[in-house]
């Protein structure tokens, strides 16, 4: 009789585990990067913008000292730091990724080439930060064939 109890606590916290680790990580989507987005005072808004294609590249969190980078473009040919997860989008450019609890990097791929845009003040690229039973919430690009306009 304790065996079976002992075994039934032992699943019930495995599960609990399981359940926190399953619930954090990023979550979001992953929009084209492309035309004329410069404000205007007789242009309207854009509509809401639609997801896209792509493949993410989340890495250990990299400074832009740790990446070789192509120009002064943020494309990237090779990054120095580990690469902790790759993932497809859905067709609507949408992504869940589970991840353990600390800081990343997320890059999106086009063709051999990385590229992230933004940047915090210590210099790390495309930065984001996984806490303990959370899913936080993460939007990237690609630049289109249609290069930004500001």
């Known amino acids: 009789m304790l065996k079976l109890l002992l ?3 032992l699943g019930l916290s495995c599960s609990l585990i399981h359940k926190t680790f399953g619930d954090q990580g990023i979550e979001g989507t992953v929009f084209s990067a492309g035309g004329n987005l410069m404000p205007a005072p007789n242009r309207k808004p854009a509509g809401p913008k639609e997801g896209v294609r792509a493949t993410l590249c989340i890495y250990e969190l990299t ?3 740790q990446v070789d980078r192509v120009g002064d473009a943020p494309y990237y040919q090779s990054i ?3 690469m902790i997860r790759q ?3 859905d067709d609507k450019g949408h992504f869940k990724v589970l991840l353990p609890v600390g800081h990343y990097s997320i890059f999106t791929k086009k063709g051999d080439l990385f590229y992230a845009s933004r ?5 790390n690229l ?3 930060e996984v806490l303990s039973g959370k ?3 993460v939007e990237c690009s690609v630049e289109s064939d249609h290069k930004p306009v500001y």
């Open 7 to 9: 075994t039934g606590l």
């Open 87 to 89: 993932a497809d989008t």
């Open 135 to 137: 899913m936080t919430k």
């Open 119 to 123: 940047r915090d003040e210590k210099n």
């Open 80 to 82: 120095h730091t580990r």
């Open 63 to 65: 400074n832009i000292s």
């Open 126 to 128: 495309a930065p984001v």
